[in-house]
């Protein structure tokens, strides 16, 4: 496999908690009751809501927009045209059913696509949507390098991520990943000429995290008699699931963050 390959499938596997790339042929079937995969679309609308107008002409890409769930509410709920991008085809067909069910074809539109290559033709939105994706498109800096390019010199960027809830990174179960610090964010968004029009903390739901977990444990029981081989592959994504949420509920701080050129 060459390293670039390499590097997506690495990066797509940690985008959705997976520790191996092993995983990913199961994360359609593991992940499939679930429509909401990272972001809190209702936090998404109302930052728009509160600062956006004529939201009916407006045009928002999602990048990595998994199942659709914050494309689609905000076509539902705003009216506004969205496009969204997933790597992972089964999702990309989730959305799209979803769509039609809902009678939002006019507003929305969805395909599969790496969004390393997408971010390089895409072109002046209002606004562009990275909702829990990590490190897919690179360091911060990059990443925020590589949105801006994506709109309207007047238009937004919103990021859901995560901040340290403080300094002190020993207690972080995913020592893989480099958090930042609420101020890191804001140096960076200083040092990229970006700046913050709002932004919105998300309170980690321990009830839903759990029923989120069940679900998945349910079904990598159901892949664990399908392929005995893989038990410890399936076992070790449900820790991995498991101590993510750890993290969420204790020490890291869930934000969505609406950004501007300055
Ligand atoms: C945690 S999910 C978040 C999905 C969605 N943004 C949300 O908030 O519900 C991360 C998503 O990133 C997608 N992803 C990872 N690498 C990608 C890539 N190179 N191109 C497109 N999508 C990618 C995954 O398939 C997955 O749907």
């Known amino acids: 496999m060459c390293n670039e390959k390499n590097d997506v499938e690495e990066k797509l596997a940690k985008s959705l908690t997976a520790e ?49 769930a914050v494309a689609i509410r905000i076509a539902e709920t705003l009216k506004a045209k969205v ?21 939002l074809n006019a507003y929305s539109q969805f395909i599969v696509g790496d969004i390393n290559e997408v971010v390089l033709e895409e072109k002046d939105y209002d606004c562009v949507i990275l909702g829990a994706v990590g490190d897919v498109l690179g360091t911060p800096k990059e990443t925020l390098m590589k949105m801006k390019k994506t709109i309207k010199p007047y238009g937004y960027m919103i990021i859901d991520d995560v901040y340290l ?41 321990h009830e839903q995290n759990d029923s989120n977990t069940q679900a998945i444990i349910v079904r990598a029981m159901e892949l664990t008699k399908l392929y005995p081989q893989h038990k410890e592959l399936f076992e070790g994504y449900i820790e991995s699931q498991k101590s993510e949420c750890e993290d969420l509920e204790n020490n890291l701080i869930g934000v969505t963050w609406l950004l501007k050129i300055k």
């Open 165 to 205: 809830d403080c300094e002190d990174t020993i207690q972080i179960n995913n020592k893989k990943h480099e958090y930042l610090t609420y101020n890191q964010w804001h140096g960076l968004f200083e040092e990229t000429g970006i700046s913050v029009v709002d932004w919105l903390i998300n309170h980690a739901d």
């Open 83 to 103: 496009k969204g991008v997933d790597i992972i085809p089964e999702f990309i067909e989730f959305a799209k059913i979803k769509v039609i069910e809902l009678g």
């Open 20 to 68: 191996s790339t092993n995983l990913l042929p199961f994360l359609p079937y593991l992940l499939q009751d679930l429509w909401e995969l990272g972001s809190n679309p209702s936090d998404i609308i109302k930052l728009m809501q509160k600062h956006f107008t004529d939201l009916g002409k407006r045009k928002i890409l999602d990048l990595a927009c998994g199942k659709g």
